[in-house]
């Protein structure tokens, strides 16, 4: 068993195409997973993850905040205590819409199918 407090974990910016994201890579290979990553986003108001496909499926879950979770069937609200699940290949963005930081926490398989 591995325990620690997710602050401990460095938060890094999210990359190209984003605005205002940063990520924490909570668990991954080298806590021990051998399956999936966990990962915690932070984005800061009037921010967003890249407009984006690839082909694993995403398992997400909002821990704080509001937003917009943008995908193929157009916009849907998002808040505190809302699951999203996106499928394979499907393209999708999130978006911070409040005053406040949206966070949340997402899974993707560690070794992700090309």
């Known amino acids: 068993m591995r325990l620690f407090h997710y602050q401990t974990v460095k938060a890094v910016d999210a990359g190209e195409r984003t605005k205002g994201v ?4 909570l668990i ?3 806590t021990g997973a051998r399956t999936f990553a ?3 986003f932070e984005v800061e108001p009037e921010g967003y993850s890249p407009l ?5 499926e995403h398992e997400i879950f909002i821990l704080k905040g509001e937003g917009i979770a943008i995908g193929e069937e157009g916009e849907h609200p998002i808040k505190e205590g809302d699951v999203i699940f996106i ?16 966070m949340f926490l997402c899974l993707i398989p560690l070794k992700p199918t090309h």
């Open 22 to 25: 940063k990520v924490r890579w």
């Open 38 to 40: 966990m990962r915690l």
């Open 52 to 56: 984006h496909t690839h082909p694993w």
């Open 28 to 30: 991954t290979e080298e």
């Open 87 to 102: 499928p394979p290949d499907e393209r999708h963005q999130l978006r911070n819409t409040s005053d406040e930081k949206l």
